[in-house]
């Protein structure tokens, strides 16, 4: 669960219903999972986000701004290799392939 946005919420918790409803396809697609509000360690307030040692309390104004507030990028993966590619290395590759 560690590569996963942990999203700490309480079902009395108004605001957390709302960024549930914002967050729908980060926490359908499983980018960010739902765990109840009193699992959450340290928290001063919900909703509350945690990824990989950085936090964010309260509602977030969308959820690029979500993931830029925790650090939280997705890499694209090489299928056959298992490791990262970088974009311009894709493009290198595709351009000497045609010359």
Request: net charge neutral; aromatic share 10%; charged share 30%.
């Amino acid at each position: 669960m560690d590569n996963k946005i942990k999203f700490y919420s309480a079902d009395w918790c108004g605001f957390c219903k709302r960024a549930k409803e914002m967050l729908k396809n980060e926490i359908d697609s499983g980018i960010i999972v739902v765990l109840p509000h009193s699992e959450a360690k340290g928290a001063s307030g919900f909703p509350h986000f945690e990824y990989n040692g950085k936090t964010h309390t309260g509602l977030p104004s969308s959820p690029d701004k979500l993931k830029e507030a925790l650090g939280y990028k997705k890499e694209s993966f090489h299928r056959e290799a298992h490791h990262p590619v970088k974009p311009e290395h894709q493009l290198e590759d595709w351009m000497i392939g045609v010359m």
